[in-house]
């Protein structure tokens, strides 16, 4: 039978009162909250269910005088609303036996009712209204369904299985879209290296064309850009002559020496044997690096590498 009329109290107090009726004292009872907010009984001698050597002990006894409880040991529960004193009638036995033609008192007559009307409070105490009621306690479903449960609307109701479900759908859409923006955001990651790379190779090239115009602008001769020209004649102790504009040092090559293009040549002077030979060549054909177009002589050959 659960509690009626339960009272409850704050604990560190060496006696608690109570307001409510009790046929006998044996049914009035003392719990203390445990850690799931539900009570626990404790028994007169103040030793719990599971007490050892060295746990709390919270003896009592009960004045029905006064309708109060008194903890008999040194040590008291602590805490706001700890201790419930309540009620719970034995139904086991009814009181008093009805024996045909004997007689009863109004005394015995009224042990009776008083029994079932304990009863009935604390069936009543027990039992949610179908109108409402308001739980002072901790609501035990020891593992059963609470069913029909309606939507929660405010920031304290309960919510169904149907509203979770729907959570949960939720959750998993806006966790499908947070993937895809995950991946759309690796797209444009990967992406943007690309153009940073092309980027970085459009940079070079421009940088190379910034060089490259630079070179031909500071070796403008002002008649043909990045050339020089080139004129050879053999001389009268047959030496081949190689005149050229500007003159520049080469090895194994006999030349004259120039003036940046202000030395004006007979064309004449370049006919061998009927041809003309003279031209206009890349600057830097005489003295540039291996990979650039440049002569040589090799085994008594003139070489043009280009």
Do not use: C
């Amino acid at each position: 039978m659960a509690a009626y009329a339960p009272e409850l109290k704050n604990g560190a107090a060496e006696t608690y009162t109570y307001s409510f009726n009790a046929i006998d004292l044996d049914y009035v009872k003392v719990g203390l909250k445990n850690s799931n907010g539900t009570f626990d009984d404790i028994p007169k001698t103040g030793k719990m269910t599971g007490w050892e050597t060295g746990d709390p002990i919270y003896a009592w006894t009960i004045d029905s005088s006064t309708n109060t409880i008194s903890m008999t040991d040194t040590q008291f529960p602590s805490g706001t609303g700890t201790v419930r004193v309540y009620r719970d009638t034995d139904l086991d036995d009814i009181p008093i036996t009805f024996t045909a033609g004997s007689a009863l008192s109004a005394a015995q007559l009224n042990e009776n009712f008083s029994l079932i009307f304990d009863a009935t409070q604390e069936i009543e105490s027990n039992y949610v209204q179908e109108d409402g009621a308001t739980f002072s306690q901790v609501l035990d479903a020891n593992s059963n369904k609470v069913i029909n449960v309606a939507n929660g609307t405010n920031t304290n109701d309960a919510v169904n299985k149907g509203q979770l479900d729907a959570l949960e759908t939720d959750i998993d859409a806006k966790v499908t879209e947070a993937e895809t923006a995950a991946t759309t955001a690796q797209n444009w990651a990967t992406s943007l290296d690309v153009v940073a790379s092309s980027l970085r190779g459009a940079r070079f090239y421009a940088q190379e064309a910034q060089a490259q115009r630079d070179w031909i602008q500071d070796n403008d001769s002002g008649v043909l850009r990045d050339t020089v020209f080139m004129g050879f004649r053999v001389e009268s102790n047959g030496d081949l002559l190689i005149d050229y504009t500007p003159a520049t040092t080469a090895s194994d090559i006999d030349k004259e020496t120039g003036d940046d293009g202000s030395t004006e040549y007979n064309v004449d002077d370049y006919i061998i044997k009927g041809d003309y030979h003279w031209g206009f060549f890349p600057a830097g054909a005489i003295d540039q690096g291996s990979n650039l177009p440049r002569f040589s002589f090799n085994n008594g050959n003139l070489i043009y590498d280009i």
